[in-house]
Each structure stands twice: as C-alpha cells, then as structure tokens.
C-alpha cells in the first residue's frame, strides 16, 4: 500500500463515475407538486465543530451548476445555519485541468459563493483559489490556519509541558 498525503485519493485506479439512472423518484412535495428527484453528489466538503461548513462543487472551464445542485446547495446552507452552523458556504470553482488525471482543487477558481442564511448567491470570493476562498473563510470564522513549522512548534510546547507535568508527579511519589 503506497503512503498517501491527506486529500489525495487513496486509490485513483478505483475510481469509477457515479451513475444515478436507477435512483430517479418520483415524489410528492410539501405543496402538493409531483417533483422528480435523483441523488447528487457535492466535490469537497469541509466541517469544523458543528460550527462551519464549506461545501465545493467544481465545474470545468466555468460551467454552470445545475438547477438542482444550486437549490440543493442553498437549502442545505440555510438549514445548517438556521440550526446550529454560524456559517455555511458553498463554493462553485471553476477547473482548467483538461485531460488531467486528477483535477489540483487547490488551484480551481471560485466562480460564485452561497452563504447560508443570506438568501443569494454572491460574488464575494469572485476570482480567489479554492485555497485561497477557504483560508479566508477559516480566518473569517476565527479558525487560524498554521504553517508546518508553527505545528511542529505547537507539538514540542504541548511535549514539554507534558514532560513537566509528568516530572512533577514523580516528584511526590
């Protein structure tokens, strides 16, 4: 088994397209209409604590999202954030990467953002990485985002405060 950095896809040998043709329902809805439904799929989500959720849906070179998937992604984004979320975002980046085996997400640019709870699609992180959007929206929710070495440092305080605590213990035995 080969080592895999976080994100990337475990066993892109495995991946197959998601065919929903045997998953189309007919349902009747809330005011009476016949609505035809089938299960989507969303690209990327990202979740912090009940708090914050990032929703990304990637389209190539500027393509629209689906009627459905932009209604989908505002009810989600309203309910999350009328419920317990103080926000919820869905990003519609766009991707250039052709004939790539795989598309760099990090690299996508965001084309349109829903921002639960504001009832519109805005342009606010226009023209931003995915990255980028995402660093933004993690520092806008007072997540702060670490470099390696700050990790790194963060790991060895958090050690030798251990080390400390555990010396102390010997210490009254």
Known sequence: MRDVKKGELRNP???????????????????????????TDIDGLLEMEGRLAIFKEFKY????????????????CDGLVEGTYLEAVA??????????????CAKGIVLNTYIGGLNKWSNKYNGLTADEAVQRILRESNYNTLTDKEVIELKIERQKARLIELKKMLDNV
């Open 91 to 104: 990003l519609h980046i766009g991707h250039y990467d052709g004939e790539a085996e795989q598309i760099d």
């Open 13 to 39: 040998e495995q991946q197959q397209p998601t065919n929903y043709s045997g998953m189309v329902y007919n349902v009747l809805n809330q005011n009476g209409t016949i609505v035809e439904i089938t299960p």
């Open 61 to 76: 070179n500027d393509s629209p999202l689906e009627v459905a998937q932009s209604i989908s992604f505002k009810n989600i």
